[in-house]
């Protein structure tokens, strides 16, 4: 046993070693780019904190070393600044999404959840795709046809979020919303809800969402891994193969439910065929495309917008000065208010983007390969084909953007040991009707901003008032702490606690 450890150790230094010299070979063309020595010639560094779930603090942090341009392997480059992030990001600037999105789908091979929207590279496909998409995910057909849907769904779960409060004298807000962003967005997607709510267990469907995204980054960066998780005999482990490719399976379920009711408007798969039909330009959607896309929604639609309400709730909760103002601000409007006015309530809506510009679900790397020919970005000559990234991480923690981002918290026992945190202040965004600063992407941008912005922002906004409006004098759980809301970084941003306990 010993003696196979270390001949697999020594392989795997022999491999790294291998490749550090094939690069050394290849001259790197990114050698006059500012960042530490080692990521002239390794990635595996970067590697390290991705499989550890650190990847965009440690990206901020070489940000705050060597500034907003900063090379983190021979082929890669991250941009913290406006202008480079707007030349990447914006509407034809030529830069596509990297090979990354794909892989991390399951790839061509038709393993895991499968390539949809979100992940395909091809340019022309992804805007067909996109404009059958546009209608069924716009605002106004979101509030026509599936407001209801999301009312019920979010009565439902505050009034679980209050029984389970009263009767064991806490409630986990996180598994409530996550039961609730699942059920609303299988009811959308397939006309038929899971019913988590109803079970209020954390089920196995929630499991399997919280293993697919570790899961697909654990394959992606460690492409044998797959077949040494499967043998050891620890479920916990075994899903973290298998969730991808569960979820995939939920899809099928949609096109069963979309082939059987296709006249529900509540369905969104039901509104895209319509509009299909309809089109003078016939757009093809394949009962595969379908399993894909409601697989891809299930994944890209229940975590983050639970994870994002459960950040609010505990950065309101931890001030209970502002809990009390957002208590009587809601209350203003009664319980039937339409998700339409309370887009129009000041403080309710500076909270929310506040949290999405702290916490918002998706704030590390957008990678992105650079255009034929090269380009010029933040004051470098970047060749073609090199991958370059930005993150909302850093965009929204940038001082000369968002000014006095940190507040600076007394060390026990000696004060003036001090400790910085994030500092959430509302106010930035109160009483300013002008357009968000250019940089500020809780929700991507250009082209590939998210398909599902306007339904995240209606849960959000209906999750958000209802709890405050209903659960009057929330407090956090006694055994919460701030350590328990760091974010583990796996694409997505989740509390490292994976609960956030609430009380009356
Ligand atoms: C607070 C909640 C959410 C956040 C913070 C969020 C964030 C994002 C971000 C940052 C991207 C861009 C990814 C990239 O460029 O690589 C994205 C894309 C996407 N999101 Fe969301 N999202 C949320 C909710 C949703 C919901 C509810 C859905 C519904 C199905 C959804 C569906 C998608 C899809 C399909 C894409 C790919 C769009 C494309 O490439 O054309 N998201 N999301």
């Not at 998780?229 to 979820?247: D, F, G």
């Not at 890209?300 to 309400?309: R, V």
């Not at 929700?443 to 958000?464: D, S």
């Amino acid at each position: 046993m010993l003696i196979s450890l270390w001949i697999g150790a020594g392989a795997l230094l022999a491999i790294i070693l291998l490749q550090i010299i094939a690069t050394l070979i290849h001259k790197p063309s990114l050698r006059v780019y500012p960042g530490p020595w080692y990521t002239r010639v390794t990635h595996y560094v970067l590697k390290f904190y991705t499989l550890t779930g650190r990847r965009m603090q440690y990206v901020h942090s070489l940000h705050q070393r060597y500034g907003s341009v900063v090379r983190l392997s021979p082929n890669q480059l991250a941009f913290c600044d406006p202008d480079a992030f707007v030349s990447i990001h914006k509407i034809g600037s030529g830069f596509t999404k990297t090979q990354w999105y794909e892989d991390f789908s399951g790839g061509a091979g038709g393993t895991g959840i499968g390539i949809g929207l979100f992940a395909m590279t091809d340019v022309k496909k992804h805007a067909s795709r996109r404009k059958l998409f546009a209608r069924a995910f716009s605002a106004a057909s979101l509030r026509s046809n599936c407001e209801d849907v999301v009312k019920e769904k979010v009565e439902k779960a505050v009034s679980r979020i209050m029984t389970e409060a009263r009767d064991t004298g806490e409630a986990d807000i996180m598994k409530w919303w996550m039961l609730m962003a699942s059920d609303i967005i299988g009811q959308l997607s397939f006309g038929e809800s899971f019913e988590l709510l109803e079970s209020g267990e954390k089920s196995h469907h929630i499991q399997v969402l919280e293993a697919a995204a570790l899961g697909a980054t654990l394959q992606y960066e460690m492409p044998g891994i797959s077949g040494l998780l499967r043998r050891i005999p620890v479920p916990k482990l075994n899903l973290l193969v298998t969730a991808p490719n569960l979820v995939h399976k939920y899809g099928e379920a949609a096109v069963l439910n979309l082939r059987r009711h296709s006249d529900n408007r509540a369905n969104l798969f039901a509104t895209m065929l319509a509009q299909s039909e309809a089109a003078a330009e016939k757009f093809e959607l394949t009962d595969d495309d379908i399993r894909k896309e409601a697989s891809n929604f299930i994944l890209a639609g229940a975590d983050t917008t639970a994870i994002t309400l459960t950040y609010l709730v505990w950065a309101v909760l931890k001030r209970p000065e502002l809990r009390v103002r957002v208590e009587d601000e809601v209350s203003t409007l009664g319980p039937a208010a339409s998700d339409e006015a309370l887009e129009q309530l000041p403080l309710l809506n500076a909270v929310i983007e506040e949290t999405l510009r702290l916490y918002g679900a998706v704030p590390g790397n957008l990678p992105r390969v650079v255009p034929e020919g090269g380009v010029s970005l933040g004051g470098y000559a970047v060749p073609e084909g090199i991958e370059v990234e930005t993150q909302a991480y850093s965009l929204h923690r940038d001082p000369n953007i968002f000014p006095d981002p940190l507040t600076y918290v007394p060390c026990y026992p000696s004060r003036s040991l001090k400790v910085t945190k994030d500092r959430f202040d509302e106010t930035r965004w109160m009483g300013k009707d002008g357009p968000k600063p250019r940089s500020y992407c809780p929700f991507g941008a250009g082209t590939r901003t998210c398909a599902g912005i306007h339904l995240a922002r209606m849960e959000i906004r209906l999750g958000a008032a209802t709890l405050f409006r209903q659960c009057k004098g929330l407090r956090l759980g006694a055994q919460m702490n701030d350590e328990m809301m760091e974010p583990a970084n796996f694409f997505l941003a989740t509390p490292v606690g994976k609960r956030c306990n609430v009380r009356f």
